[in-house]
């Protein structure tokens, strides 16, 4: 019998704790892996099996046996896993193994990488990570691979979860299928474009949908159409919408389904329509800002074309549910700016509303700008001294021209703060009920109900035992109004959308006082009082 090589891939740990993985929801989900990883699994697919023996490890859920006799180790990572990365690195350079890496980071900044990896795998891997197991085996591999071309993606092979252990398979909340990459867009902070283009290319149907059967088959119950925009060509996504919401509709228990698109589509009535029947009822929408001149600035057009507050309510009126991302510390923002967001959102019926600072990414054109203009932080130098703190609340890579970094960082704070307060969270409740409710589509729409299975019975009697048992009486008091809201509403999926608000709000306030155990106290900067902090 041939000996088999022995090949591990890990995806690390991040460096500082992430949405997802404070103690409530991990307690709630039963599981600390939020989403899996597509990116590993499509390497194992694209791995001769005849060749190597495969282990995936996901670090957030299981540790690495650094001394096993592995002869190959590859590891995907990007920035927020810089310092993990670099750790299990220099622990299999020690031992003598082989180390390959890649991903969206080791893509847009090589040089970071290269230091330390034996190989870097560089852009798309689909036909590089063939090209180099092919020299690996006839002993002449290279130490770069350089994928240059955008490829058509009938390419890409199914993901192979065969790898991945078995009860980390049961933890994972949501699953991930990519059916298109590319983005039309030229947004300035964005990284997007230079790694996968703006052409928008997309996966053949047959595929796409043979991947959200292995969903399915993997007891998923919420997938990631993990897209860099899904409405980029807005007929190759209805396709895929059609045939989501056929197959959906011929399932005991349906998938729901959630991804990234631009607001513009609210313009198209049909697509709209299309996904709610579809079951794609949460999407994310970069909103980025309420201010124009910023929005212009950021080269954000698409959002400069039409009012945004009356673009959020026309998803809500087809009962789809809008994860609002806006950005604080553009050029032409002063420190009125962080009362002007949430000004915005308390208007919008953004249940999911959240805000980060400005950062700007390798291989985004904004970093190229702020390096001439002597603006630019580099993440790998100025991240906090204590790489657990390290994430985009707490590490700067630009420095804004109306504020302090301190400014930046406490607005933020103050903002985000604000926004999951009872009384705007239980407003915007209501706002996005009441869009639905007085919507002239809402009665001609088909829009899945919730499947009952053993994962959803499991996390409604753990909830249900949290609020009994261990929610405080204020807890208690903030579900009650949020039931009572979803007890007006016509929405099929009403409940579902108040606990989800409720598991929202829990996990950004546990988050937020970890990064800031002082929040409570923090004043807005625009107001004047806040306070002096450490240098960020």
């Not at 996966?203 to 399915?216: A, C, F, G, N, S």
Request: aromatic share 12%; net charge positive; charged share 25%.
């Amino acid at each position: 019998m041939k000996n088999k090589k022995k090949l591990l891939l890990i995806e690390p740990k991040n460096d500082a704790l992430a949405f997802g993985e404070m103690a409530f929801l991990k307690k709630t989900l039963r599981g600390r892996g939020v989403i899996m990883n597509a990116s590993l699994a499509t390497i194992a697919a694209l791995t001769p099996k005849e060749e190597f023996d495969i282990t995936v490890i996901d670090e957030k859920l299981q540790k690495i046996d650094f001394d096993a006799p592995w002869d190959m180790v590859g590891v995907t990572a990007i920035l927020t896993q810089y310092i993990r990365a670099r750790e299990i690195i220099a622990e299999f350079t020690k031992r003598g193994v082989l180390v390959v890496i890649g991903g969206s980071s080791v893509s847009l900044s090589p040089e970071r990488w290269r230091p330390y990896a034996d190989v870097l795998m560089i852009g798309e891997a689909e036909r590089i990570w063939p090209e180099f197991v092919a020299d690996y085996l006839a002993g002449r591999h290279q130490k770069e691979y350089r994928e240059t071309e955008r490829f058509d993606l009938s390419i890409c092979p199914v993901p192979d979860y065969s790898y991945f252990s078995e009860s980390v398979k049961g933890l994972y909340a949501v699953g991930i299928v990519q059916t298109s990459r590319g983005c039309p867009f030229n947004c300035e902070f964005c990284d997007v474009i230079n790694y996968v283009g703006r052409t928008m290319r997309y996966k053949p149907l047959d595929k796409v949908m043979r991947e959200i059967e292995q969903m399915r088959r993997l007891g998923i119950n919420n997938v990631f159409l993990a897209d860099d925009n899904f409405s980029g060509n807005r007929e190759k996504a209805k396709e895929i919408l059609h045939a989501l919401r056929d197959w959906n509709r011929r399932q005991r228990h349906r998938l729901n389904f959630f991804t990234q698109l631009s607001i513009d589509i609210a313009q198209d009535d049909d697509f709209l329509r299309l996904a709610a029947e579809a079951g794609l009822l949460n999407v994310f929408v970069g909103i980025e800002s309420p201010n124009i001149e910023s929005l212009k600035e950021a080269r954000k057009l698409h959002n400069v074309r039409s009012d945004m507050i009356t673009d959020v309510k026309k998803f809500h009126q087809f009962g789809i549910q809008v994860v609002g991302s806006t950005i604080v510390g553009f050029d032409h923002d002063d420190l009125s700016i962080f009362r002007q967001h949430l000004d915005f959102h308390k208007k919008s019926g953004i249940i999911r509303a959240q805000s980060f600072p400005l950062q700007a990414p390798d291989g985004s054109a904004l970093r190229q700008r702020l390096i001439k203009e002597g603006r630019y932080r580099d993440w790998g130098t100025h991240m906090t001294g204590d790489p657990r703190l390290a994430n985009i609340f707490t590490t700067f890579t630009v420095v804004p021209k109306q504020m302090t970094i301190d400014q930046l960082r406490d607005g933020v704070f103050w903002l985000n703060w604000q926004l999951w307060q009872t009384d705007n969270l239980v407003n915007r409740v209501d706002t996005f009920f009441d869009n639905f409710h007085n919507s002239p589509y809402r009665h001609d729409l088909q829009i899945p109900k919730s499947s009952l299975n053993s994962k959803v019975i499991g996390l409604l009697w753990r909830f249900f035992k949290y609020y009994f048992f261990e929610a405080s009486l204020e807890d208690r008091k903030i579900i009650k109004r949020l039931l009572r809201s979803a007890r007006r509403s016509t929405h099929p999926l009403r409940f579902r959308i108040a606990l989800s608000a409720y598991f929202s709000m829990r996990e950004t306030r546990d988050f937020l006082r970890f990064y800031e155990p002082q929040i409570e106290n923090l004043a807005c900067p625009g107001d004047g009082m806040c306070a002096t902090k450490k240098p960020a």
